[in-house]
C-alpha cells in the first residue's frame, strides 16, 4: 500500500490490448498504476492518468526498481510485431518472477490457447494437457511451467486465458486485422474460420474486468490460480458475422473466406502471417473453454451483450458511421450460459 492507501500495479505492456485495458479497469478501483516504458513521455500522451516509469522489461533491474512497493504485476507484455519471440519472451517472464520475488506481488498473466495442440480438443479445460504444435506455443507453455514454479516458491500467480479478443484497444486482433479494416466503413467480412466449426471469442472489457475480480480475491485464491473464461461462443461461425451485420446496418453484407492459400507465399515477409499461418488449426475444428472454475470463484462471468460489443469495437475502429456508432435500444440479450449458450 502507498502512502495514501492506494494499492499500486506495475503494468508492463500497457500500451497493448489487455494491458492498457487492465491498467484502465483498476485505475477505476482506485488503484495506482505504474506503467513500465521504453520512452514514458511519449506513453504519457495518450495515456496520462498512469504514472509512466523508464524501463525495459528485458532489463532485471528495470523491472525490480519499478516494481517496488507493487502488491501486483501484470505481465502483458510481448515482442512487437512478433518478432524475436524465442529471444524476448521467457527473458522478460523471468525478470517478472525475480521482480515479484523480491515484493511479494502477485503476477497476473492474461493466458493464450497457444499453449494447447489439437489432442486437447474441443473442450479446453485447465488442467487440459499441454501439447504445442507451434513454436510460440512451446514458448507460451513453458511460461506457465516458469510461473508455476515460482508459485511454489512463494509467488501468487493468476492466469485467465480467453478466446480470441476484440474490442476497444485490441489492436493486434484478427477482428481488427482480418475481419475488418480500421478506418474504412465495413462492406464485407474477412472470416478465417472453416464453415460451420464453432470459435470462442473474448470482448476486451470483459477479459479486463474479469481479471481485476480475480485480482480482488487474490489472497483467497491458489497459490497457482488459472481460470478459464467463456466468453462468446459463436456455435457455427456466423454468430459473430451477423451481429458485425446488424452493426453496420447492412444484413446482406458478403462473408469471405480468408484466403489461407496465399500465406506460404507472403509469410517469408511478413512475420505475423508465418504465425498465423501456424495457428490455423484453432480454426478448423472447435475449441470451446468452460468457465467452471472462474464462476466459483467470482461468480457470474462478466459478459456484454454481442450486439453492444461488436458496434462498440467497429465505433473504436472507425468502421461505423456517427449514427450507427451510438448505442441502439434494444430486447435484453440472455447471458451467457442461459439455455446452455450465448446467442446473438
Known amino acids: 500500500m502507498t502512502e495514501q492507501g492506494k494499492q499500486i500495479a506495475l503494468i508492463l505492456g500497457a500500451t497493448g490490448g489487455i494491458g ?26 495518450k495515456s496520462e492518468h498512469f504514472d ?8 532485471a533491474d528495470d523491472v525490480l526498481a519499478a516494481a517496488d512497493g507493487a502488491s501486483l504485476i501484470v505481465h502483458a507484455v510481448n515482442p512487437p510485431g512478433y518478432r524475436n519471440w524465442g529471444t524476448l519472451v521467457l527473458p ?14 502477485t503476477v ?54 480467453a478466446g480470441d479478443f476484440f474490442g476497444p484497444g485490441a489492436a493486434n486482433s484478427w477482428f481488427s486485422q482480418g475481419m475488418v479494416t480500421p478506418g ?23 477479459v479486463a474486468e474479469t481479471m481485476a475480480r480475480l485480482v480482488d480475491r487474490r489472497e483467497t485464491l ?28 447492412n444484413p446482406n453484407m458478403k462473408v469471405r473466406s480468408f484466403p489461407w492459400w496465399m500465406m506460404p507465399f507472403a509469410a517469408p515477409f511478413v512475420p505475423l502471417l508465418k504465425e498465423l499461418r501456424e495457428m490455423r488449426y484453432i480454426w478448423q475444428q472447435p475449441l ?6 472462474l464462476v466459483a470463484a467470482i461468480g457470474a462471468e462478466p459478459w456484454t451483450p454481442i450486439d453492444e460489443a461488436v458496434r462498440a ?21 440472455p447471458r451467457q450460459g442461459e439455455m446452455g449458450e450465448v446467442t446473438a
Open 288 to 293: 470451446r473453454m468452460p468457465n467452471d472454475r
Open 52 to 59: 509512466w516509469v523508464q524501463g525495459d522489461a528485458m532489463r
Open 108 to 161: 497476473l498473466l492474461p493466458g493464450t490457447i497457444y499453449n494447447f495442440g489439437p489432442d486437447a480438443f474441443p473442450l479446453l479445460h485447465e488442467k487440459s494437457p499441454q501439447n504445442p504444435v507451434t513454436a510460440k506455443g512451446k514458448i507460451r507453455a513453458e511460461m506457465e511451467r516458469r510461473l508455476e514454479t515460482a508459485s511454489r516458491e512463494g509467488v501468487r500467480v493468476i492466469i485467465v486465458r
Open 20 to 45: 492498457g485495458a487492465v491498467a484502465r479497469n483498476l485505475k477505476a478501483r482506485g488503484w495506482t498504476i505504474r506503467a513500465l516504458h521504453r520512452d514514458p513521455a511519449k506513453a504519457a500522451a
Open 222 to 249: 491458489a497459490p497457482f490460480a488459472v481460470f478459464h473464461m467463456q466468453g462468446f461462443w459463436d456455435d457455427d461461425g456466423t454468430r459473430l458475422t451477423a451481429a458485425i451485420r446488424r452493426a453496420s446496418g
Open 184 to 206: 474504412k466503413p465495413v462492406t464485407a467480412v474477412m472470416y478465417p474460420g472453416r464453415k460451420g466449426t464453432g470459435h470462442q471469442w473474448a470482448y476486451l472489457p470483459d
Open 313 to 333: 469495437s467497429l465505433a473504436t475502429l472507425g468502421c461505423l458511421p456517427p449514427e450507427l456508432a451510438m448505442p441502439q435500444r434494444a430486447l435484453p440479450a
Open 92 to 105: 522478460m517472464i523471468d525478470n517478472t518472477i525475480a521482480a515479484a520475488k523480491a515484493t511479494g506481488a
